[in-house]
């Protein structure tokens, strides 16, 4: 890809591992803790697209608690590991290629940022705890918008800040949904599918497809 000013990555399911809070809470919860922390996800993903067709917002901090209440009732959880759950999903770790690969690009000297649906706090948090903070230009939170992704709003945020076209940004994300609200914006969307998953049919398909960033490197290269 050349031409490129900026790489810009979501943050949950492709730079941080949405399972691993529950993951370190695995011998708490036995062996529902898979399914428990997958319907956590899908819960949490399924309340940001509902409330924003509903225009009934609120941040994504609200909806993570909002969405573990629900799975911990369907799953049979005790109330007392609530706080333990929110604690650590606030420092999820990220997957174990990502330090390097981030490293590798600022030394290239491109413009790195996040784009994604946690608030300010969280993603500040969440950078921070991973010793990743230096490493970053901008973390872009929906918060300046109060819609979630994919609505082009979110994806207009980069483009306003930077002064650039969409073609001119490498947009990395894990999930399908996301991959397809960026590049039907216009951005060069990458699939990191990391579980060889099947990709959604929402009339655009990434040119690239890889299964971890440090494919990313090869792609990048000029």
């Given at each position: 890809m050349k031409k490129i000013k900026a790489i810009i990555f979501d943050a949950y399911g492709t730079l941080f591992d949405v399972n691993s809070a529950a993951a370190k809470c695995k011998e708490k919860l036995g062996s529902k803790w898979e399914g428990f922390a997958n319907a956590w996800r899908t819960t949490q993903l399924e309340y940001t697209w509902l409330r924003s067709l509903m225009k009934k917002h609120k941040d994504f901090w609200q909806v993570t608690e909002d969405s573990l209440d629900k799975s911990?009732?369907?799953?049979?959880?005790?109330?007392?590991?609530?706080?333990?759950?929110?604690?650590?999903?606030?420092?999820?770790?990220?997957?174990?290629?990502?330090?390097?690969?981030?490293?590798?690009?600022?030394?290239?000297?491109?413009k790195l940022a996040i784009?994604?649906?946690?608030?300010?706090?969280?993603l500040e948090e969440?950078?921070?705890?991973?010793?990743?903070?230096?490493?970053?230009?901008?973390?872009?939170?929906?918060?300046e918008v109060e819609i979630y992704k994919p609505d082009s709003k979110v994806y207009d945020l980069p483009i306003k800040k930077y002064k650039i076209k969409p073609e001119e940004i490498t947009f990395l994300?894990?999930?399908?949904?996301?991959?397809s609200g960026g590049g039907n914006y216009g951005y060069n969307s990458?699939?990191?599918?990391?579980?060889?998953?099947?990709?959604d049919n929402l009339d655009y398909y990434p040119k690239n497809e890889i299964g971890n960033l440090t494919q990313l490197l090869d792609i990048v290269k000029t």
């Amino acid at each position: 890809m050349k031409k490129i000013k900026a790489i810009i990555f979501d943050a949950y399911g492709t730079l941080f591992d949405v399972n691993s809070a529950a993951a370190k809470c695995k011998e708490k919860l036995g062996s529902k803790w898979e399914g428990f922390a997958n319907a956590w996800r899908t819960t949490q993903l399924e309340y940001t697209w509902l409330r924003s067709l509903m225009k009934k917002h609120k941040d994504f901090w609200q909806v993570t608690e909002d969405s573990l209440d629900k799975s911990m009732k369907v799953f049979g959880i005790e109330s007392s590991l609530k706080n333990e759950l929110l604690n650590l999903y606030k420092i999820l770790s990220p997957y174990p290629e990502v330090k390097s690969v981030l490293t590798n690009l600022k030394e290239k000297k491109f413009k790195l940022a996040i784009l994604s649906n946690g608030t300010p706090k969280l993603l500040e948090e969440l950078v921070r705890s991973n010793n990743l903070n230096n490493l970053f230009d901008d973390l872009f939170s929906v918060e300046e918008v109060e819609i979630y992704k994919p609505d082009s709003k979110v994806y207009d945020l980069p483009i306003k800040k930077y002064k650039i076209k969409p073609e001119e940004i490498t947009f990395l994300s894990a999930n399908t949904w996301d991959v397809s609200g960026g590049g039907n914006y216009g951005y060069n969307s990458v699939w990191v599918n990391r579980n060889k998953s099947h990709f959604d049919n929402l009339d655009y398909y990434p040119k690239n497809e890889i299964g971890n960033l440090t494919q990313l490197l090869d792609i990048v290269k000029t």
